[in-house]
Each structure stands twice: as C-alpha cells, then as structure tokens.
C-alpha cells in the first residue's frame, strides 16, 4: 500500500523544489491523501485515509473476535466461556474453547483474510468488480479437486488442503487461456470464468452424486462453507502460507495501480504489464485455493470485502490491507452468528450467501448509475 519515492536532497525541506528553493512543488507529486515518511535516503508516500482505515477495522475486528469466544451454542454462559479461554474453569469449558472454539475462530479469520485479498487482485487485474475467485471458477476449481479425494471412499473425510490450490491453479490457467490471457477485457476474463465455473461444478456435483449417503453428507457440508472442526492441525500451515503470500499481494497491488493506465504508461513508469499481472493472479489464486481447500467455498467474502474496502479507503488506492481485515471480520462475524442465530449451527458460507445477494444487487444497481447513459 506504500509507495516508493526518492527523497529529495537534505538541503531541501518538503513542499520546496530542489532547481528553484523557496517555490513549491507541483501538488501532484505528493498525492493530497498521503503524508511523505523518510527513513534516511530512502522514503514513503504513507496513504492517510487507509492507514486510518485500518487502525478503525483493527478494534471492530477485535470486538467480533471477543463475541465470537464468548457467544456460545452448547449453553456455556459469557463468564464460563472467559474461564474456559484462560484456562481457570472446568476441563469440559477449557476444552470447549480452547480446542474447539479458538482454533476456528483463528481460521475463519485468516479464511477471511485470504478471500479478501484474492478477490482485491482479481477485481483490480481485470477491472470488474465481479471478477472475483467465486465467480470465475477460481474457487469451483479447488473445490473440485478436494471433492474428487472422496471418490471411492467410505469414511467421508476430505482429502488434504492442499488441493485446494492445486485445484484452483489448473482452473486459473484453463481461464486465462480460454479468455486470451489475463489481460483481456473485464468482461470476457468474466464470462470466461464463469462457463469454467459452470462445467467445473457440475463435474463436482457428478463425483457427489455417485459417493454413498454417508460420504456425500459430510462431503456436502464443507462444500456450503463450513468451519465446524477447524483445528491449530491446518491453522498453522494456513498461517505460514498467508506470512509469505500476504507481503507479495501488497506489492502486487502496489504495482497494480500503475495498470490503470495503459500499458505504454504502466511500462513507462517501470513496470512490465505481463509480470505483474501474471505474479498478481498467481498470489490471488494461491490465496484462494487455500482458503477454499482448508474453509471451504464461503462465497461473497472476496466480492464483498474489496469493495467494502475501496468505498472506505478511497479510489485511488488498491486496498490489500483493508480488503484482508473487512474479509476476516466477515467471515468470524458470519461464522460466530451461524453458530448462535438458530438451534442447528449454519454454516458460515451460508450466511455469507443469504448476505451477498442483496450485496451483489447493491454493486449492480450502482454499476448502472454510475455508467453515462448514451443517445439513441
């Protein structure tokens, strides 16, 4: 989210130009949302308003992870829950939270997380708000590949996580291929992921449907997003994975505000429009594959949260960090009501779905306003 600029000579202070002392520079080299922070010979351009947006998100994100410890399907009340987190209660409530609750709440965050910031890449690599990993077979394609792990079996558990990004990798490639490369028009990278999604769906519904009551119902219940039995076992490898792809996503995005312009300009300002549009997929769809291979495909999270985030930071920013915190908090807050709201648990993608009809209504609708009416 940062940009790089070089710091002016030490004989100058900030606001004045280096050839004319005293006289003021253009305002279009310090952007006027963002303060310049210089550490030595090198500096930033600090974006205020996502800056501001992110210490607002952190303490809300904090508060829905407090309700989602404290809020409780099996009767525990908020005070044997609190006991239970720290260790002070009986060993059912320690185990209960700790064991159970904890571990899901942390993986439905960095699930969130994850979702968020696949889905800022592939809205700003392809410049539609729709193209996100749900709906261009990203994440069809990692759910297949686990659900075909199950063919043949009779225990109904899943095959392993990892899958879920080789899945998602086959299903990226065949999208870009059919759609002329990743950087063809919004439209057609859409249209194209979506009859993938289509086909790649319905091979997954073939594999189901062929499994027994028993391994099709357990098989069932991850494929609507379900965190339920989440443990520290894939917690862990989630959380290493995001360390090292979060990083590259913000320089991606970094680099992905230079592709607003057109490609001559892009290359102008130092940068090599197949690169990053090929490194910027690559970290969307790692990202999503393995959101999906360990949570499951919870939808509207990656539609949602960049959007959500784009509206707070502004429109002059790619907003990986904003998208990362409004997707976590969606997901534990969508996780922490389906546990609560009804006597049978919902699972997490099912409530993120009720709540991202209307969403996607709401994006559509202000699409059409917002596009110039022409003359007939």
Known sequence: MSAYEPAPPERD??????LAPGSSLPPSVTPPDSTVVRTGALSWLLPRRSVLLAL???????????????????????????????????????????????????????????LGVAGCLTQTLAGNRLATPDLVGVNEG?????????????????GAWWLGPLG??????????????????????????????????????????????????????WTVGSLNGRDWAVGGPLLVILAVLLPLALAAGHRLQLLRFDDDTATALGADPRRV?????????????????????????ALAAPVLAARLAGPTRVPVTGAALTGAFLVAAADALGRVVAP????????TSVLGGPFLLWVLLRQDRGRPSGKA
């Open 13 to 18: 202070t900030p606001g004045t130009s280096p």
């Open 56 to 114: 607002c998100l952190a303490p809300v994100l904090l508060g829905v992870v407090c309700l989602a410890v404290l809020a409780s399907s099996t009767g525990m009340s908020a005070g044997e829950s609190l006991r239970g987190l720290f260790g002070t209660g009986d060993a059912a409530g320690v185990m209960v939270v700790r064991e159970f609750r904890l571990p899901r709440i942390v993986v439905g965050l960095l699930v969130g997380a994850a």
């Open 142 to 158: 990692a759910t297949a590949a686990v659900v075909a792990s199950v063919a043949g079996s009779t225990t109904g558990m899943l």
């Open 168 to 221: 998602a990798a086959a299903t990226a490639v065949l999208v870009v291929l059919c759609a002329g490369g990743a950087g063809a028009a919004g439209y057609r990278l859409l249209v194209t992921g979506i009859g993938v999604s289509t086909f790649v769906g319905a091979v997954s519904d073939l594999v189901m449907s062929r499994q027994n009551q028993a391994t099709a119902g357990g098989v069932f219940l």
């Open 277 to 301: 549009r090929a490194a910027a997929l690559g970290v969307a769809v790692g990202l999503a594959g393995v959101a999906v291979g360990i949570g499951g495909p919870i939808g509207f999270v």
């Open 344 to 351: 049978v648990e919902i699972p997490a993608g099912v409530v």
